[in-house]
């Protein structure tokens, strides 16, 4: 079992940034590709970004490509999503999820959730 636990969460103003993380129990944690997704109210959830086993390669959305960043560290068992100029469209329930599939933007292939973090933007 992988255990996924998130924190960074919180109000911030437009343009603001905010930088969130999640980390990992297992010994498996560097096997598994780590991606971010995001749920606003009514809404499916949304791919947001992801980071392969390795950390060599990342895929972002359109919507937050050049202002948002994703990274890991498997010594520590932590991925992280550094966000800048963030915008009210940014408002969600963000969740870090672990998959051994390389398949960036479907839920369906992660197999690990974290519990959510909620990030609100205010204009």
Do not use: H
């Amino acid at each position: 079992q992988v255990q996924l636990v998130e924190s960074g969460g919180g109000p911030v103003q437009a343009g603001d940034s905010l930088r969130l993380s999640c980390a990992a129990s297992g010994r498996t944690f560097s096997r598994y590709a780590m991606g971010w997704f995001r749920q606003a109210p009514g809404k499916e959830r949304e791919f947001v970004a992801v980071i392969a086993s390795n950390g060599v390669s990342t895929y972002y959305a359109d919507s937050v490509k050049g202002r948002f960043t994703i990274s890991r560290d498997n010594a520590k068992n932590t991925v992280d999503l550094q966000m800048n100029a963030m915008k009210p469209e940014d408002t969600a329930v963000y969740y870090c999820a672990a998959s051994l599939i390389w398949t960036p933007t479907r839920s369906t292939q992660y197999a690990y959730w974290g519990q959510g973090t909620q990030v609100t933007v205010s204009s």
